[in-house]
């Protein structure tokens, strides 16, 4: 026989109270005088041997009712794992991820589940349990009540696949043994079509857990609209509620609020708010939602902006440049192509090329390195320049020039809903006086126009990272410089070029952070949000520092990077986002596989495949019984 709550046993103690009053309790005689007691000699032998045998009795009544009710306590049961040589064994999975935060019907799902477990009868000595995060290997039912009590939220979610692939190698490999494997989850984000297929090695059970409601709204993403004269924010978000018309949003600096919006279905639950340039922002934007918790906040960064880096490289320094590329906006340098510094050239934010006839394959190799790093490129063609190298370096961006026509075209077309002429001009112009080009490339493929000629041909097109004239506009060939144009449209190409770092990063991604700083020889920078520290992985490479974040941090929040006492700047992470789109797959349609709507009845199940015979009833008739008859011997007595 064995029992569930083994240490009730020590109440049996307690059987030693009716013993210990028995012993000692002392009855006093009251003495009746009578004539004659000689007659009455042998009935009052009698009557004393029976009133003694009556108390024992009562006793031993008393102690066994006593005894099958704690034993019942207790639950006893037996089962067929005493047999020689055969030991059941029990790997649970409970899934931790944030999707079972969502309610059930008597709270979160994952704190359902473990009071489920921690209250009902598990028939085996030692259990197994795992969560994405911890391993819980061979613990009694007593260590587990301490143990999964603990069990926090996380944002790792293992796949499918990694489940049973991790159960497996949790059971012995003793084949006589009885093996079941049970799967307490969500299966939020699981496939419909889910790899599973019944198992030899072992007896596979699935509860899903299901959420009263799958109403879940969060922020998706934010980015960066427009930069150019102070920081648009774009608030994408999302919700799996289609009754729901809108969203309440908040902003924060730090602690402060800053502003309120509203997420709207019929605006595709996007908004915005102006961030100002000029100094740092730790931004934190809080959504009002009744559903999951952990994406309610999102997190991001944005520093003082610095001095947009130019470096223009041509024959000779373009005037143009030196007047527009002004402090304290711009820190301006030019260089020949004799004179390139190309470690300079990559620390810049953006690169002009300044009507060069032939481009050489080392600076166009330097220069797709460059934008592939995140800077941007002005490039301004010469009026007779190699169309060949040209095309070398443009094939960048699936760009090409196609030849020179010699048609002089005035530029006739402004794209204001472009966030450069967006800004620069209050109202679109219509008068206004455009410029001319004498000579221009024909160039191939689709890309954004922001200046457009008369015969509807591109003059300036942008293409990601990537700024083409169509001509060079030196007074030789245009009057360009001197147009009006010229200020807003090289101003504002050259402010939307500042290399913004990461406004977050994802905690489930491996991410990487180069900075301009150079560490000295045993110098390590760290890492820290309160009184918590850590210490990133970080290569040097000649003036850069490249941080690698994988596995650290593992919350949500801002975080600062120190070097000593010094601290060189903000960083924010998010969790991700896949398990805040609440879908579940239907795991009724896996006939082949044991699925129950509660851990209860799976536990029921097991014990029947252990032949687990529960006792604790027995008991309880034994202890009425007990004190039936001790009712009864005191009724006779009276």
């Known amino acids: 026989m064995q029992f569930a709550l083994p240490e009730l046993l020590y109440a049996l103690f307690a059987l030693l109270i009716p013993v210990l009053v028995h012993l000692f309790q002392l009855r006093r005689f009251k003495v009746q005088k009578f004539t004659n007691l000689a007659f009455l000699e042998k009935i009052s032998v009698q009557t004393r041997q029976s009133s003694t045998l009556k108390k024992w009795l009562i006793l031993l009544f008393r102690m066994l009712a006593l005894a099958c009710i704690i034993l019942a306590f207790t639950q006893p049961f037996t089962s067929n794992k005493n047999a020689k040589n055969e030991q059941p064994e029990l790997v649970i999975y409970l899934d931790n991820s944030f999707s079972m935060e969502a309610s059930g019907p008597k709270g979160p799902l994952l704190k359902q589940a473990i009071q489920t477990l921690l209250t009902e009868q598990i028939p085996l000595d030692k259990i197994t349990v795992f969560t994405n995060t911890k391993t819980y290997l061979n613990r009694s039912s007593k260590d587990l009540k301490r143990e999964l009590t603990a069990v926090k939220y996380s944002k790792n979610q293992l796949g499918l696949d990694a489940v049973l692939a991790k159960g497996a190698l949790l059971f012995t490999k003793n084949k006589s043994d009885q093996k079941y494997f049970i799967l307490i989850s969500d299966f939020q984000g699981q496939q419909e079509q889910m790899n599973l297929i019944e198992n030899s090695n072992y007896q596979l059970y699935l509860i899903p857990t299901k959420p009263i409601s799958n109403s879940n709204s969060f922020i998706e993403d934010v980015q960066i609209a427009s930069q150019i004269d102070n920081y648009e924010l774009k608030v994408i978000g999302k919700t799996v509620n289609e009754e729901q018309d809108s969203i309440q949003l908040s902003l924060y600096n730090g602690e402060k609020l800053i502003g309120k919006s509203i997420l709207e279905q019929s605006k595709g639950l996007k908004t915005s708010f102006t961030v100002p340039k000029n100094e740092s922002f730790t931004g934190k934007f809080v959504l009002e939602d009744n559903g999951l918790t952990f994406d309610n906040k999102f997190y991001f960064n944005i520093d003082k902006a610095p001095k947009t880096s130019v470096l223009s490289i041509g024959d000779a320094s373009p005037y143009y440049l030196e007047r527009i590329f002004t402090k304290p906006e711009f820190n301006y340098n030019f260089s020949t192509l004799q004179y390139v510094d190309y470690k300079m050239l990559q620390q810049q934010d953006m690169v002009v090329i300044s009507e060069l006839r032939q481009l050489p394959n080392t600076l166009i190799n330097n220069l797709k390195s460059f934008m ?267």
């Open 372 to 638: 592939k790093s995140g800077g941007s490129v002005l490039f301004i063609p010469a009026v007779n320049g190699n169309i060949n190298s040209y095309n070398s370096f443009l094939d960048i961006e699936n760009l090409k020039f196609n030849s020179l026509s010699s048609n002089e075209k005035k530029i006739t077309d402004i794209n204001f809903d472009h966030p450069i002429f967006d800004e620069a001009f209050e109202r679109r112009v219509e008068n206004f006086q455009y410029p001319r080009v004498n000579k221009h490339y024909k160039i191939d493929n689709q890309a954004k126009t922001l200046l457009t000629l008369e015969d509807g041909k591109p003059f300036l097109l942008q293409k990601q990272q990537l700024f083409v004239f169509a001509a060079a506009i030196s007074s030789e060939n245009s009057n360009f410089t001197n147009s009006p144009l010229i200020v807003p449209t090289i101003f504002g190409i050259g402010k939307s070029s500042y290399k913004l770092p990461k406004l977050y990063y994802n905690l489930s991604q491996k991410s990487e952070l180069d900075l301009n700083y150079s560490l000295k020889k045993e110098g390590v920078v760290e890492i820290t949000r309160g009184n918590k520290t850590f210490i990133p992985y970080q290569t040097k490479q000649n003036s850069k520092l490249r941080i690698i974040f994988q596995d650290l941090p593992k919350m949500a929040g801002h975080y600062a990077l120190h070097d000593k006492s010094d601290t060189l700047l903000y960083l924010s992470f998010n969790y991700d986002r896949n398990e805040s789109n609440l879908y579940y797959p239907k795991i009724e349609n896996f006939t082949s596989i044991a699925t129950f709507d509660s851990i209860k009845a799976s536990l029921e199940s097991l014990k029947s495949g252990v032949n687990v015979n529960e006792l604790w009833k027995w008991f309880v008739i034994f202890a009425l019984i007990f004190l039936a008859l001790e009712m009864l011997i005191l009724k006779i007595s009276e």
